[in-house]
């Protein structure tokens, strides 16, 4: 959650407008109202899937809108946004100048070979508008180790409105990730 804190604060001013789909996460909507921005629900229906539309988008632009967030795969409905939408939702984006928060924690639990998960960011034009959050926490479930990743563009200067009030990095932590990726390895291999 503290890599999305950190997108948002690098993304919205007071009284912004962030696009979130609905159902969602729902500490998305507390995060939001910790950058004292406003939530725009994008309504997600049963008869699509769950999966955000570009239509629906859209439509829930307002003048304040600056930011989509994403969440492919969705928490809590598991919807996945396929590849042609997904390019539509990217238009979108470009269209209206919006900075997407694409979070991708549940990228590495999709385990139909025939499912194409992609990240908005490899979508033309978004890689420079895009904030990808990644957890190595969620993929090797290391539950309390609450380590992730967040790529983004150098242009946006990302922490420097928060730096100081959210931790950034540990070495510390890093190097007990990586010792237990070395014996959980060492374990695997010992079976």
Request: glycine content about 6%.
């Amino acid at each position: 959650m503290e890599a999305i804190y950190l997108a948002l604060i690098a993304t919205l001013d007071i009284g912004d407008d962030i696009l979130i789909p609905d159902p969602g996460y729902a500490n998305y909507f507390g995060q939001v109202r910790m950058v004292h921005a406003n939530v725009v629900p994008v309504p997600l229906s049963a008869a699509n899937g769950f999966r955000m539309r570009a239509a629906d988008v859209e439509a829930a632009i307002t003048p304040r809108t600056k930011v989509l967030l994403l969440n492919s795969p969705s928490n809590p409905t598991g919807a996945i946004i396929d590849p042609d939408e997904l390019a539509a939702i990217a238009e979108v984006a470009v269209s209206h100048d919006l900075w997407v928060i694409s979070d991708e924690v549940y990228r590495a639990f999709v385990y139909d070979d025939d499912v194409r998960c992609l990240s908005i960011a490899s979508m033309p034009g978004m890689k420079e508008r895009t904030i990808v959050v990644d957890s190595f926490s969620k993929t090797f479930a290391v539950r309390l180790l609450h380590e992730g990743k967040v790529v983004v563009t150098p242009a946006l200067g990302f922490g420097s409105r928060g730096r100081g009030f959210v931790r950034m990095s540990y070495v510390g932590t890093a190097q007990a990730t990586a010792e237990g990726l070395r014996r959980m390895r060492a374990w695997l291999e010992s079976l």
